[in-house]
């Protein structure tokens, strides 16, 4: 069965930073495209940032380029977003989402999702 | 304001068929036959969305034949037939774009089963 296992959300204060982890399992990580979306309180989803299968390839949503750095650990399977410079409207639950093989278009299976939360 | 439009709400009796609408532009939508859907249950906090049909039409293995797709210019659409009450939740369009942005998504919609 394939999982995703979201973690290291908390609370933040202005400027600071957070790294969040996502733990998969059931498939070969290193087969596939992977992305972050978050939905913030009240809101809809919106994708954040993608990352290639071998990871040599990263897209970012303009409101977090230079903020945010996608990785990824083919050898922990795990699939990482370093958060700096955090603002008030970065408050969210970041899901991890894997795509279908190489391509960018759709996510088939998704984390529950880990809860950044801004502290004034 | 997010970049594909969709209608906030939506409801249906049980049995009925019911369609979301999601526009955008010729730069996603209407360029491109990559858009998704997604469920979301709002009463199960701690679940991530469940896609439901990709590249307009396609439906994931394991997703019940009642979810449809289609695309008209630059307009998407959901049907779910033969409501049933576990259909609730919000459901999300996404399509890919030609912008910097790669993924955008509907507002979503909030599908209420009488």
């Known amino acids: 069965e394939v999982q995703l296992v979201e973690s290291g959300g908390g609370l933040v204060q202005p400027g600071g930073s957070l790294r969040l982890s996502c733990a998969t399992s059931?498939?070969?990580?290193?087969?596939?495209?992977m992305s972050w979306v978050r939905q913030a309180p009240g809101r809809g989803l919106e994708w954040v940032s993608s990352?290639?299968?071998?990871?040599?390839?990263?897209y970012y949503t303009d409101s977090v380029k230079g903020r945010f750095t996608i990785s990824r650990d083919a050898s922990k399977s795990t699939l990482y977003l370093q958060l700096n410079s955090l603002r008030a409207e970065d408050t969210a639950v970041y899901f991890c989402?894997?795509?279908?093989?190489?391509?960018?278009?759709?996510?088939?299976?998704w984390g529950k999702g880990t809860t950044v939360t801004f502290s004034s | 304001q997010p970049a594909l439009t969709q209608p906030a709400s939506v409801s249906g009796s049980p049995g009925q068929s019911i369609t979301i609408s999601c526009t955008g532009t010729?730069?996603?939508?209407?360029?491109?036959?990559?858009v998704s859907w997604y469920q979301h249950h709002q009463h199960h906090p701690g679940t991530g969305p469940k896609l439901?049909?990709?590249?307009?039409?396609n439906r994931p293995s394991g997703v019940s034949n009642r979810f449809s797709g289609s695309k008209s210019g630059n307009t998407a659409s959901l049907t779910i037939s033969g409501l049933q009450a576990e259909d609730e939740g919000i459901y999300y369009c996404?399509?890919?774009?030609?912008?910097?942005?790669?993924?955008?998504f509907g507002g979503g919609t909030k599908l209420t089963v009488l």
């Open positions: 996404s399509s890919y774009t030609s912008s910097s942005t790669l993924l955008l």
């Open positions: 989402a894997k795509h279908q093989w190489e391509q960018y278009y759709y996510m088939d299976v």
């Open positions: 059931g498939f070969t990580f290193s087969d596939y495209v």
């Open positions: 010729s730069s996603d939508i209407g360029g491109y036959n990559f």
């Open positions: 990352i290639s299968s071998r990871g040599g390839n990263t």
């Open positions: 439901i049909v990709y590249d307009v039409s």
